[in-house]
């Protein structure tokens, strides 16, 4: 119950920072993709029902306040939420290079499936540019802000496992 | 042991194929209505409008009193103040020299007004935008409640931004001409030469945006103001776009095509106004 509070609110925490805080930092040519780092991570760090209920959610809200189809970026934030999910307690998250390998082929997977399915089917042939201009800039920024922010969630979900831990003890 | 994992991989496939057929149904039923569901944008806007209205408010709090504070930042106010003045002084200016230039048409064409800044409009802030670069759009904090409907014609400081296409009860996201699905139909304010302004991601990422389809030999030189053309289906006639530029004859030795530079601070917009008019 209180990791679902908390979760929520994390949410909404990321969504606010990635719709309207971030657009207020003067010089920021490229947004780092704050939902997509907390869906991996809570991929990662609990396993593919979390990952896929954050992702779903995550897109969702995502969806409806700038998509245009609802439901489109929700799919991409689910599937990823599932495979992060996939690697749940079978790899060690305590080295960086989790969190920086997840991010990059995350970011590629969901700019691949942006591309395809809302570019590619208009015929808009050169992907090339569009990696250069487009995708490159926010992988790399979400690579290096997934670092920290993959930390962060790190160690808040220690502690909120052994606060579970501790109070699971008193009750038996 | 090995059953119980089984159970567990089952009912996690479960959750993912309901998510999915969810997600797949959404999309079916926003595809083929071209609008979202209500139920879902009242829900969301209810919760996220005021949050990101406030959020807006304390950021502009913040900005304000830090410039008050410090004398660089109170020179800074001077020259926004000064620029926009210049801005006014300049749109003034525009509107003088379209007077002029449809004077002659004028007097023909005694009943027909062109004149933008009489359209009713309403005011409104930009309290998000779009996640990533791929797609240019931004939300408004006005929606319904204040009279917007889908379609309508946004406008900031300097002429045409976007319109509107989606309208909540107290939000609306707005679709801006940078964006790669975005084609207006215009004419160049002294020539009246056609041609067509279409978003393109290669030319946003410059801070261009695509003219295209004009005639080889067009009177449209550098510079030259284009507007929105009254033959247009969705955009108010006379609304500025932007100004040409590297204009040259296309391989086909037919049409001409070059580059628009928006006259809309797309980087910094944060106050635009929604012009409360349909083209009909």
Not at chain 2, 39 to 58: D, M
Request: overall charge neutral.
């Amino acid at each position: 119950m209180k990791r679902f509070l908390i979760q929520g609110l994390l949410m909404g925490v990321f969504v606010l920072l990635q719709v309207s805080v971030l657009n207020r930092i003067p010089y920021l040519n490229t947004k780092p993709n704050l939902i997509l780092i907390y869906t991996f991570s809570a991929g990662l760090l609990r396993g593919s029902v979390n990952g896929m209920l954050t992702g779903f959610f995550g897109g969702l809200i995502m969806d409806v306040i700038l998509g245009q189809y609802i439901g489109f970026s929700s799919l991409i934030y689910l599937v990823l939420g599932f495979l992060t999910g996939l690697t749940y307690q079978r790899l060690t998250t305590d080295v960086p290079l989790i969190p920086i390998l997840t991010a990059f082929f995350c970011e590629l997977f969901y700019h691949l499936y942006i591309y395809i399915f809302r570019f590619l089917v208009r015929n808009r042939l050169n992907f090339g540019s569009y990696f250069k201009n487009i995708i490159f800039p926010e992988l790399v920024f979400t690579v290096v802000v997934s670092i920290v922010l993959f930390g962060l969630l790190y160690y808040g979900n220690n502690l909120l496992e052994e606060n579970e831990k501790r109070s699971a003890l008193k009750f038996v | 042991m090995k059953k119980r994992r089984l159970d567990f991989l089952f009912s996690i496939k479960y959750i993912l194929l309901i998510l999915t057929i969810i997600c797949l149904v959404s999309l079916v039923i926003t595809y083929s209505k071209g609008d979202s569901i209500g139920v879902y944008k009242t829900a969301v806007s209810k919760a996220f409008s005021p949050i990101s209205n406030a959020i807006t408010g304390i950021g502009d709090h913040f900005s304000d009193q830090k410039k008050l504070r410090t004398e660089k930042e109170e020179l800074l106010e001077r020259i926004e103040h000064l620029e926009e003045e210049n801005r006014l002084l300049q749109d003034q200016l525009r509107k003088y020299q379209s007077d002029y230039y449809s004077l002659s048409e004028m007097k023909e064409l005694l009943n027909i007004k062109d004149d933008f800044s009489g359209y009713p409009m309403v005011g409104a802030k930009v309290i998000a935008k779009e996640n990533g670069n791929w797609f240019s759009k931004f939300t408004i904090n006005r929606g319904s409640n204040d009279g917007i409907e889908k379609d309508m014609n946004v406008v900031a400081a300097g002429g045409l931004a976007g319109i509107v296409t989606q309208v909540g009860p107290d939000y609306s996201v707005v679709t801006s001409i940078l964006d790669d699905q975005m084609n207006v139909s215009a004419i160049c304010r002294s020539s009246r030469a056609s041609c067509m302004v279409m978003g393109d991601i290669d030319a946003m990422s410059e801070g261009y945006i695509r003219l295209m389809y004009m005639k080889k030999d067009a009177d449209i030189r550098e510079f030259d103001e284009i507007i929105t053309a009254p033959t247009s289906s969705k955009y108010l006639p006379d609304l500025t776009i932007g100004y040409a530029v590297l204009l040259q004859t296309d391989p086909n030795n037919m049409t001409m095509s070059g580059y628009l530079i928006p006259s809309v601070d797309f980087e910094n917009i944060e106050n635009v106004m929604v012009i409360l008019k349909l083209k009909q």
